[in-house]
């Protein structure tokens, strides 16, 4: 199945539909930080409807903002290594996200999400863009920043009505 297919899937009708979209990552790791591309390649371009949130490595400091916003989904953007091609995109499972041992949040990413998942609202996705090199200093790679462009396009084809 195609990520845009799983995102419709995801995402339901427009009707009343209200989407955080959590960017996540470190602006000063190389490839993490195509979480806050995706979320800044969106900004101006999505309707009131849809939140954008660059939370960096922080997102449970934003629960506050998402639950002001009383969201019907929530879709958290970030760099992901599931052994795809660099740029791909794809929703990550919750239960590799709990078997993950590395990251470069503060808070592991399914401890956030299952917070969000109980307290504020059930439709929560993580969707994870493979990065190459996360070393600090780095800068984002040209594959990865071109993967960011693709998501971005997608999510505002989806979340533009």
């Known amino acids: 199945m195609s990520l845009k297919v799983e995102l419709e899937a ?10 955080v979209l959590v960017g996540v990552g470190s602006p000063i790791r190389g490839d993490d930080i195509v979480g806050l591309k995706v979320l800044q390649f969106l900004e101006g371009k999505l309707p009131s409807s849809v939140l954008l949130l660059e939370t960096e490595s922080v997102p449970e400091s934003y629960t506050g903002s998402i639950r002001d916003f009383q969201p019907t ?3 958290i953007v970030d760099a992901a290594n ?4 660099p740029g791909e995109a794809r929703i990550i499972p919750p239960k590799a996200i709990a078997n993950s041992s590395v990251s ?3 808070l592991p990413l399914h401890v956030f999400i299952g917070y969000v998942k109980q307290s504020i609202c059930q439709n929560v996705i993580l969707l994870g863009i493979q990065g190459v090199n996360i070393d ?5 790679t040209p594959e990865v920043e ?7 396009g997608l999510l505002k084809t989806l979340l533009g009505q």
Do not use: I, N
């Open 104 to 106: 470069t949040h503060s």
């Open 82 to 85: 599931f052994g795809g091609a």
């Open 10 to 19: 995801f995402l339901g009708d427009a009707a009343g539909r209200r989407v």
């Open 136 to 140: 600090f200093g780095a800068e984002l």
């Open 146 to 152: 071109k993967g960011a462009h693709a998501l971005a």
């Open 73 to 75: 989904h929530v879709v």
